[in-house]
């Protein structure tokens, strides 16, 4: 494969916190130029660290990590340059005006000042935030707050992007308009390596996804590549007293059309090629074994699917 | 591993390490000179109150009351001996309120130092700056502060400036505090603040060598070898020496003094900073 439009790569990655806990073991990752790359695992991953430890924040136990060809545990200040940061937490100067938080945001990446100023106000512009210039950062709401931070994140022309759970804590609508954001972004050519325990995420804005946990990387690939190797073209969820779960699961693998029937938290997910009249077979099977159903519902398989594949739990514990 | 060019930006040239650090310390240097100067209505009351008070109280009232300070010198030698301890006090407390408290609601409350870490410039000179600005906002204040000193008292206060020292001591001195201020904001965290001034900030004012040269102390002999561990002793003495003829602590131990201090508070606030940015 050529590197030339490689921007993230690491070989190996690896962090050790004190107390022996391995956050991150032997990632290796490679990021192309232009793709939202998206990290998908449930909380403590290690999502956050592999992103810390690519913007610099974090230093790996062993292991290596560059991005946009620059090795950034050797060279932190010249990897510093290349990257944008959007990170959890709101990390606004709350001393600075919105206009401000942008323009010093320049000035630190060795913008003059009528640069910075032109790209500051081009960006509140872009990301809706011109009539909020002059107000402080503490008087936007969580939505604005994000965008302000993408729009810093990208003010200094990264060569990519890292968010780190960008919509946690939004509400829908704000994410909504996050993701046309991010859309945007993308459609210009921008570099975005995204972390996010949201399947739906996942699944509507990326390109291509790691799925990680404990640390380790499960799967990679686009979401329809990681969707098609369920095998299944449906998934039938089905509930029913708890007592009688796991004989469920065993019942219904033995359904025609079954592929695989796991017992997941307080229901039973049953992986199905070939969908028509399931339903119906579900309850035959059901009734024969004396197990009683309170709720079916159908859908198409998700990352969701996937990663209970990959783990045997939920992505959303 | 082969490498990759970035994409070709257009607007911020890929600088040096060393150029992209210079560019971006002053950048920070001035955004806090912007914040300054968004709060100089809070800055001013800070920062002259305290002063104007401890001269007004001590070399006003009490002299006009006929409740004499100062000893066998009298009041006109105490109103002396004051110039120098409140400028220093004036330096100190700025180190600390525009360093040290900033600083912890950063670590603590809105995390925003996150985003200060990664602009473009080492870690450590990134914890330099703020020493840096600590210094400034102090010889600011010193500025502010001076002529109060001078001339609030009702007795006359007889300044004989040595211009060599006081050139070199306040620099010096503003830098330190600003160190002191640095190393200060990565100890103490919200919920601990309120103890930098209950036993650090007053211990050190009220034994800081403000109200009587350190040579007064000799007939208690074990506070004045205890109080040789408090930067602000060598700072009062320094000024003492800086402006008045008033009997002072020998320069060959004041100066190395306030080196040996810059350099501790200087190391041991970029350890600290970076302890709690990097894991």
Known sequence: MTVVDEVIRTEALTKDYPGGIRAVDGLDLSVRSGEIFGLLGPNGAGKT???GMLTTRVVPTSGSAWVAGIDVVAHPVAAK?????VPQTNTLDRSLSVFENLYFHGRFFG???????AEADRRLEQFRLTDRATQPVAALSGGMAQ?????????HRPATIFLDEPTAGLDPQSRLALWEVLGELHAEGQTILLTTH?????DQLCDRLAIIDHGRLLALGSPEELKATTGADTIVTVVARPDALDRLAGVLAGVAGVQQAVRVDEQVVAQVEGADGIVPRVFTAAEAAGIAITDVSVAEPSLETVFINLTGKDLRE | MSTVSPPESPLVPRRSPAAASRVAFAALLLRDAVVLRKTLREFLPR???QPFLLVFVFTYVFPKIGQGVGGAGGEAAFSTILVAGVIALAI???GIQSVALPMVQEFGYTREIEDRVLAPLPIALVAVEKAVWGALASLFS???????AAFVPATPVDLQVNWLVLCTLTPLCCYMCGALGLFFGTRFDPRTVPLLFGIVVIPITFLGAIYYPWQALEPIRWLQILVLANPLVYMCEGFRAALTDSPHMSLWVVYPALVGFSALFTWQGIKGFARRVVS
């Open chain 1, 147 to 155: 965008r302000l931070m993408v729009a810093r994140a990208i003010l």
């Open chain 1, 111 to 117: 913008m003059n000042a009528r640069t910075a100023r």
């Open chain 1, 49 to 51: 660290t592999t992103a």
């Open chain 2, 92 to 94: 100190i407390f700025q």
């Open chain 2, 142 to 148: 010193a500025l502010l502060v001076f002529p109060i």
């Open chain 1, 198 to 202: 949201y399947m739906e995420e996942a």
């Open chain 1, 81 to 85: 340059q290349v990257i944008g940061v």
């Open chain 2, 47 to 49: 920062t002259l109150l």
